[in-house]
Nanobody
Framework: QVQLVESGGGLVQAGGSLRLSCATS????????MAWFRQAPGKEREFVAG???????NYADSVQGRFTIFRDNVKNTVHLQMNSLKPEDTAVYYC??????????????????WGQGTQVTVSS
């Protein structure tokens, strides 16, 4: 198990950028697959990006080319750099963790640990 705390959310204009951070606890952080999910009002929580301990990444089609996920296994942090933001990116963003690797990267049910979420609002 690992504790997760997100930060960096806020209000930005369309076309702007924002960087989210997820601070973690746990001496075995490097063994966890880390991911970002988001949930907009009236919609189910959806996968955004994921990264394994070696730095291999996965992205949802809707954010590929605009978002970048990266991690620092020394500082036990994972980040989501969001560029060219659109109003449809507005959502609560959650950091999630799975020991080793999830059976399904894209399913919320595969992750055992979640942060409290941070609100991202993109205005037109």
């Amino acid at each position: 198990q690992v504790q997760l705390v997100e930060s960096g959310g806020g209000l930005v204009q369309a076309g702007g950028s924002l960087r989210l951070s997820c601070a973690t606890s746990g001496r075995t952080f490097s063994s966890y697959f880390m991911a970002w999910f988001r949930q907009a009002p009236g919609k189910e929580r959806e996968f955004v990006a994921g990264i394994d301990s070696g730095g291999s990444t996965n992205y949802a089609d809707s954010v590929q080319g605009r978002f970048t996920i990266f991690r620092d296994n020394v500082k036990n942090t994972v980040h989501l750099q969001m560029n060219s933001l659109k109003p449809e990116d507005t959502a609560v963003y959650y950091c999630a963790a799975k020991w080793r690797r999830p059976a399904d990267l894209y399913s919320t049910r595969g992750y055992g640990d979640w942060g409290q979420g941070t609100q991202v609002t993109v205005s037109s």
